[in-house]
Every structure is written in C-alpha cells, then in structure tokens.
C-alpha cells in the first residue's frame, strides 16, 4: 500500500469515526435532502446549543457538512452535506408528492432553472413561484438553460400566494424566501446569480441546481 492509499484509508476512518455517534448521524440524515439553519437543526434534534455546535464541528473538520452565511438575513448561516464524503452511507427514503413547487424570492433565476431542471428528470410535475416576483425572467437564466437545452423564453414569474397546496413538496432555493416561509419542507442554499450578473455566476447555480435535483428526483414519488 502507498502513501496516497493509506492517506485515503486515514481519511475514511475519521470519516467512520465522526459518524459513529447517534446525533450525527442524525444530523446527516436532515441534511441528505436540504440545508438547515443550526436553529433548525438544533430544533428538530432537540439539543443544546454548545452540544450542537460540537457535533457540527467534529462533521465540518472531516469535509462532511460545510457552513454558509445566508444571503438573506446575514446573522444566520446553513448547513450544507457534502454528497461525496458519504457516497452509499445516506438513507434514501422517499418522500411522496403530488408536486414540487420550486420558490426564491424574485422567481426571476434559481426558481425557474430548478423547475425545468426537475421537469427533466422526475415524473412527479414541478413548477416554481416567487415571495416577491420580477417582471421578467433574468436573461442569463434563459442563457444559461439554453446553453443546456432547456427553454426559459416563454416563463414568467409568477406570485407564490395560492400557488402553494398541502401536498406539494415545497423546495426554497433561497435564503430570503426560505427565512419568509420557516416551515418549508426542504431547503437548498443556492448563491444567486442575479447577483453576480455573470455567465459564469449562472452556469455555477445551474450546476448546484442539477446536482440537487438529480440526488434527490429518485427519492421523490407520485403521491396518488
């Protein structure tokens, strides 16, 4: 065995040591589907802050989670797992849907690409909305989907007010509009592009986004 080998060996026994306690795994099991606040987090556990703060640390060290500051209300940050430092350990239980409603706040970028994303790769229909909708979808959105083969040309932003019905899978892609909606089932902290303005910007949220949905799409079934 070599060097490389058995640093590689070393790196997957911590990784099986930060694991091996209850409420980490169970933190892990949270995340294998969205990101959560440390409040969220603390709050769905039932933990003390100091003790979360340790578990989250001994996960972050190993390059299991990773944290980072919200683009919303900037004194919160997400937790966000790192799929390939657990590649086979997360539980894939499914999650049951009539739809996925894709929200952000200006449904103008993220909200749009996740939506025609989804419609590609799962049965279970998505359409997405926003807390405060644009006038227009952004161009480098339409850029960036056709760059991928997808059609943004004709979409419109639209209010998530009565978009929204019990048996929808609700998905914030975020932070602002997931901080208007704490009761959100899932949520990905996605940078926004708008933002930026850049190609490259869009190309990295759209990357984000399809890796997202392709993790999760087979874990979502049509509710009947």
Do not use: K
């Amino acid at each position: 065995m070599n060097d490389e080998q058995i640093l590689a060996l070393e790196a997957r026994a911590r990784r099986h040591a930060a694991l091996a306690d209850s409420a980490r795994l169970r933190v892990v099991d949270l995340l294998s589907a969205g990101d959560l606040s440390p409040t969220e987090l603390r709050t769905r556990i039932g933990m003390t802050s100091n003790l979360l703060a340790h578990h989250l640390n001994v996960l972050e060290r190993e390059g299991i989670v990773s944290r980072g500051r919200s683009e919303g209300d900037g004194r919160r940050s997400y937790v966000r797992l790192d799929p390939s430092a657990l590649s086979g350990l997360v539980p894939l239980s499914t999650i049951d849907a009539t739809r996925v409603v894709f929200i952000c706040t200006a449904n103008s970028a993220r909200s749009q690409l996740a939506r025609a994303i989804w419609n590609g790769n799962s049965p279970v229909p998505a359409v997405s909305a926003g807390t405060h909708p644009a006038q227009r979808v952004a161009p480098g959105a339409v850029q960036v989907a056709a760059r991928h083969g997808l059609d943004l040309s004709d979409a419109v932003p639209a209010s998530a007010d009565g978009v929204v019905a019990a048996s929808d899978l609700i998905i914030t892609v975020c932070d602002r509009a997931h901080e208007e909606y704490p009761a959100t089932a899932l949520h990905w902290s996605v940078p926004d592009p708008v933002r930026g303005g850049t190609s490259e910007a869009f190309d990295a949220a759209f990357a984000e986004l399809q890796s997202r949905v392709e993790r999760l799409a087979p874990r979502v079934r049509l509710a009947a």
